[in-house]
């Protein structure tokens, strides 16, 4: 089992530009779920999804939107990035909401 | 919504000593709490749980201790080694939302 994986691994963006971070799982786990990360601030929630076609908001999912058309695949868009978006992402899964299986992150900078 | 408080945010220990890290949860619906051990530049893995039934878990040198009417849960590393230092967080899973902690720096000097 490749577990969760996420692309890109590093991504540069300018203000105002739009991207898809793409999060994928083989375990046929339910939940999934985004999370930021940055210094000093833990990750936080920014949106999950508890099985294909349902999702829900986090801590903070302003920015952000999400869908769920799989059991697999659960991408993360930015829809006009800014430099507070700037970031390390981690998508993860979960069999039943608790123990959280991360994938290895993607770093983003936006200028 | 759930908050979780966690301290120290950095902490240092000589090999061999033993090192406690604390989190406060404030939503007392809270029913699930997890550990997490970071190393630079990897991602968080899951070291031990705790759920709201059980006061104490132990796997080897690590242990939770949950206190409910306090809101309280701590983790324990015992005998302490280089390959712990890493950033540590805990958790708090509110229905489906889990609430991390800040992190703990945990630097074991040899």
């Known amino acids: 089992n490749a577990g969760v994986t996420q692309t890109p691994k590093f991504q540069v963006l300018k203000t105002g530009q739009s991207m898809t971070l793409q999060c994928a799982q083989d375990?046929?786990?339910?939940?999934m779920s985004w999370y930021r990360q940055d210094p000093g601030m833990g990750l936080r929630l920014i949106h999950y999804?508890?099985?294909?076609?349902?999702?829900d908001q986090g801590e903070v999912p302003n920015g952000y939107n999400v869908s769920r058309s799989t059991t697999e695949d659960f991408p993360l868009r930015l829809l006009s990035a800014a430099p507070s978006q700037t970031s390390v992402y981690f998508c993860a899964s979960s069999p039943s909401g608790e123990e959280q299986y991360f994938g290895p992150g993607t770093r983003l900078t936006v200028t | 919504g759930e908050n979780v408080e966690q301290h120290p945010s950095t902490l240092s220990v000589q090999e061999g000593d033993s090192a406690v890290i604390k989190c406060t949860y404030s939503d007392s619906a809270s029913n699930y709490f997890p550990w997490y051990k970071q190393e630079l530049g990897k991602r968080p893995q899951l070291i031990i749980d705790?759920?709201?039934?059980?006061g104490e878990k132990k796997d080897q040198r690590i242990a939770v201790t949950l206190n409910k009417t306090a809101k309280h849960f701590s983790l324990h590393i015992t005998e302490t080694q280089p390959e712990d230092s890493a950033v540590y967080f805990c958790a708090a899973l509110r229905g489906n939302k889990l609430v991390f902690g800040a992190g703990t720096i945990l630097r074991v000097k040899s």
């Open positions: 375990m046929n786990h339910e939940y």
């Open positions: 705790i759920r709201s039934n059980v």
């Open positions: 999804s508890v099985g294909a076609g349902i999702t």
